[in-house]
Nanobody, 116 residues
Framework: QVQLVESGGGLVQPGGSLRLSCAAS????????MGWFRQAPGKQRELVAIITSGGSTNYADSVKGRFTISRDNAKNAVYLQMNSLKLEDTAVYYC??????????WGQGTQVTVSS
């Protein structure tokens, strides 16, 4: 079975940076889309960023210009570089992989807390 393992969360001050990592425990055949979601306390889960196998990206308007998603297919990994962090970015962040066969895989979540 495939597991996605996340790391990189933590406590940072406003304006700080973090880089989240997510890697599969083994190769997943033909991953088409990798993405990051987040869920803040009392809020619904929202899409943060996605990246396709071809390298195309999309970002939520709230993070555009501050966050950068990237992937390393050889390592079965996806990353989220988060700069200029704001209080509103505080949430649990989840990675998500989607295969060509429409199977989805989720990470366990990593806490990002932005606090002054």
């Amino acid at each position: 079975q495939v597991q996605l393992v996340e790391s990189g969360g933590g406590l940072v001050q406003p304006g700080g940076s973090l880089r989240l990592s997510c890697a599969a425990s083994r190769s997943i055949f033909t991953i088409t889309v990798m993405g990051w979601f987040r869920q803040a306390p009392g809020k619904q889960r929202e899409l943060v960023a996605i990246i396709t196998s071809g390298g195309s990206t999309n970002y939520a308007d709230s993070v555009k210009g501050r966050f950068t998603i990237s992937r390393d297919n050889a390592k079965n990994a996806v990353y989220l570089q988060m700069n200029s962090l704001k209080l509103e970015d505080t949430a649990v962040y989840y990675c998500n992989f989607k295969s060509l066969a429409a199977r989805e895989y989720w990470g366990q979540g990593t806490q990002v807390t932005v606090s002054s």
